[in-house]
């Protein structure tokens, strides 16, 4: 699958809660702003990235191609940030990351076209535990998520479970999932940044 055929989502739409209300995506990382370092992340493996947001669009846009906000208000979950999201992409697939794991493989993205097969939906398994949003997902399946949060579903495994889905393994770097909720653990990752993978 061609980069042409993919959009990246990352998903940066939460509250924050845990870091204070702070919008997770602009706290200050390893010389830049969070979003910058997981950009890196999908550069030049997809037509364009798109950032789904509930606030703070002048700070995002030097960031993301396209800035697509929830098509409903109410910071709903992610769920709602992935509906958005393929309701804006223009390509036949989508990468969805979150914008608080600065550390996913660089190859993320290849791994899960691999380990998509003939399925609709690929979902990252980092050997001990599944990442429901780390994952290739058909753009088609926009109507159906777009019923289901209708309906109230509000669960990203459940609409999955809805779907053909396959997880993709990546046992051999677990650690590339871990995500950001608090400034302790905001310090332990920027220890982990590889000289030269810093954002610019």
Known sequence: MTPDRLTGLILAGGQGRRM??????LVSF???PLIAQVRKRLEGQVAEVLININRHREEYADFGDRIVTDREGGYQGPLMGIWSGLCAATTPWVIVVPCDSPLL????VSRLVKGLGKADIAVAHDGERLHPVVALIRRDLAEDLGA???AGERKIDRWYDRHAW???DFSDC???FANLNTFDEKQLLERRIVPGEEAS
């Open 174 to 176: 677990p650690e590339a």
């Open 105 to 108: 493989p660089v190859d993320l």
């Open 30 to 32: 390893a010389g830049g």
């Open 148 to 150: 289901s949060l209708a």
């Open 20 to 25: 204070g209300g702070r919008d997770k995506g």
């Open 166 to 168: 396959r997880s993709v």
